[in-house]
């Protein structure tokens, strides 16, 4: 049994970290630049992220890995550096997570459509084969698939981790509101379907990413635990649905916003509470603050 798994077991609701690529941009990145390569380039840079997330109160980290597969890393012609990029992701998010924090090995999609044909099923299991064994290497306790819109994509991803490293792992998709009121990713998944399918592939802990705030995430974890009564559910919520402002994106949802929905999203079955897009330490902290009280 892993690591986190086992402390969910006791009964505890664990705060993973909140935006990355939020914060790397304000760091500097550029349109169109790479932000895997960082891990080397700008090391110190990613390492601060990781230790902000820390000391406001994460029990977990994500690496700065979501597009560290080959396919992905094709378009910036680095798909020889997925096992570098990968391996020192996991090195400076376990620098800043010591022993007593979880590292969580972030697996993001390929941006490849099987149904298109412009890849093969074999090509995504290899892809993710890869950068998985790498994040390992690098000392993640789990690998974390998100953003996820295709379940197949999904699932292989999942086998892909399972089969090749010794991590926990975890899988999210990505959900929009449909104008009757149902949850669906853009291939047009709902969460039982996505549920069904990734606990049968393996998957310890599935749950939502990106795509809502914290309000709509609710409706999302009633509809997996209504499936699944006991697969622990890991959350990401935006800081709200982005506006454009100012010639900007923006995100309204304050930490106070996401925190008045904390204590009813772990109702509703929540066992881990993070967030995606537009969230920052001072959300975690927030997060962190209800829970612990």
Avoid at 7 to 12: H, I, N, T, W
Avoid at 127 to 136: H, I, K, N, T
Avoid at 158 to 165: D, F, G, K, S, Y
Wanted: glycine share 10%.
């Amino acid at each position: 049994m892993g690591r986190i798994i086992q402390e969910l077991k006791k009964g505890r609701v664990l705060v993973s970290d909140g935006a990355w690529g939020t914060y790397l941009h304000r760091k500097g990145l550029k349109p169109g630049e790479c932000p895997e390569a960082w891990n080397i380039r700008h090391p110190d840079d990613v390492l601060d992220i990781a230790i902000s997330y820390i000391e406001a109160g994460a029990d977990m980290i994500e690496t700065n890995s979501f597009g560290g597969n080959s396919l992905k890393l094709a378009n910036y012609g680095l798909a020889d550096q997925v096992y570098t990029f990968n391996r020192r992701a996991a090195e400076i998010s376990r620098k800043a997570a010591g022993a007593d924090h979880f590292v969580l090995g972030s697996v993001g999609p390929t941006g490849k459509m099987l149904i298109t044909e412009e890849v093969t099923a074999d090509e995504l299991y290899q892809a993710f084969r890869e950068q998985s064994m790498a994040l390992e290497a690098g000392g993640a306790d789990a690998i974390v698939v998100e953003t996820m819109t295709d379940l197949e994509e999904a699932r292989l991803a999942v086998m892909a981790a399972l089969e090749n490293t010794a991590c926990e792992v975890i899988c999210t998709m990505t959900f929009s509101r449909t104008l009757d009121g149902e949850y669906r990713t853009m291939m047009g998944i709902s969460p039982a379907e996505m549920t069904e399918a990734l606990v049968a592939a393996g998957a310890s802990i599935i749950g939502a990413n990106c795509g809502n705030g914290i309000a709509d995430m609710i409706g999302i974890v009633k509809e997996i635990r209504q499936k699944d009564p006991s697969i622990p559910i890991l959350i990401h919520a935006n800081a709200g649905m982005p506006q454009y402002c100012d010639g900007e994106t923006v995100f309204p949802e304050s930490p106070a916003d996401m925190a008045a929905r904390v204590k009813e999203i772990i109702g509703a079955g929540a066992s881990i509470i993070g967030g995606c897009c537009g969230t920052t330490p001072g959300h975690i902290r927030a997060i962190r603050q209800v829970i612990g009280s």
